[in-house]
């Protein structure tokens, strides 16, 4: 292939392309884009090879545990029973709380994952700008990433001093009688104000905290994406007459339009991976509590097939807006 910027004539052709990025001797091996891919397969092959020789092979037997009945022999290990899709069947049709967890995870998902892009994205325009105690600003939004790996989770489940904290908040809450977020929401609905939205736009208010904590890797990508702007374009705009408004959606937007993709996919998992996700805590419980194996391998497929779909679904949407810059 003589030119890797040139429209694809077949689906295969990437295949081809992609074949070719790393066997020497044609055209598309000495390309710039191809000796890059190559270079970015150097820095995922630690990963790679983590993946092939620590996971794989637990993910294969996982498969096949949600097609059996698995039993715990003592000193033996465990035996397998192939009982087909029944698993499957007891998941969605007789257990009690998995079908309605899973519903409100996803609709939780799908609004957190919204809320997470649009403020990331607009932090990171205000911290793109020139302003004292910028670096100051960008270490804070940033330090919700380095809490929630491991210190805060602990410190809301395990100190005494914010479980009191807690309580003081509720006990407060339930002397006065009031909750704020849920009489506005009474009142706008009895006004009959767009309820339904209002309760999307509530939920968010009332996720906030979580929506931050959610956010920092998702405002350094997008930052990085707009200092990559080059300023003669904004300058050859401000010549053309164009007002700041007009800039952002013909220069700024396009040109970051390829990493909202990126911060999606990566929301979409984060989401799924949460430690406080209700799917997630009774997948351990089935393991773990009653040592149902099969079942709760077959909830796990479920539930990462569905995490599949959406990063499918979200791709197919979002691409359709991405503008593509060589």
């Known amino acids: ?23 020497p001797g044609n055209a598309t091996y000495r390309t710039m884009r191809a000796r890059n891919a190559r270079i970015g397969t150097w820095f995922i092959l630690p990963f790679i090879i983590g993946f092939l020789v620590f996971m794989c092979r637990p993910l294969v037997e996982s498969f096949i545990f949600s097609f059996n009945d698995v039993q715990l022999i003592p000193g033996q290990g465990y035996a397998k029973t192939f009982v087909g899709i029944s698993n499957y069947k007891h998941a969605f049709l007789s257990d009690p709380e998995f079908n309605t967890l899973l519903v409100e995870e996803i609709g939780q998902m799908v609004i957190n994952t919204i809320a997470t892009l649009v403020m990331s994205f607009v932090v990171a325009v205000i ?5 004292k ?24 489940h395990q100190n005494e001093f914010y479980d009191m904290m807690a309580g003081m908040a509720e006990a407060v809450e ?15 609905s009895v006004s009959g104000v767009g309820s339904q939205f209002f309760e999307v736009v509530f939920t968010m208010i009332d996720s906030i905290y979580d929506i931050v904590m959610a956010s920092g890797i998702q405002i350094i990508v997008f930052l990085s994406g707009l200092q990559s702007i080059s300023p003669s374009l904004y300058e050859a705009a401000d010549v053309e007459g164009c007002s700041a408004w007009e800039s952002f959606w013909k220069i700024t937007f396009p040109m970051v339009s390829p990493l909202l993709l990126v911060n999606c996919i990566y929301t979409i998992i984060d989401f799924f991976m949460k430690n406080d996700n209700k799917v997630m805590e009774l997948i351990y419980q089935v393991t773990y509590q009653d040592f149902k194996f099969g079942i709760s391998a077959a909830m796990s497929w479920t539930y990462f097939a569905i995490a599949l779909a959406f990063i499918g679904i979200s791709s197919f949407i979002i691409s359709k807006a991405v503008k593509s810059y060589e």
């Open 1 to 23: 292939m003589a030119n890797m910027n040139a429209p694809r004539e077949h689906w295969y052709d990437g295949i081809v392309e992609a074949v070719q990025t790393y066997i």
């Open 127 to 131: 911290l793109n700008q020139e302003f």
């Open 133 to 156: 105690g910028r670096v100051l600003c960008r270490a804070i939004f940033f330090l919700p990433v380095i809490l929630s790996s491991g210190v805060l989770p602990g410190i809301e």
């Open 174 to 188: 339930g002397s006065s009688g009031v909750n704020i977020s849920q009489t506005l929401q009474d009142l706008l």
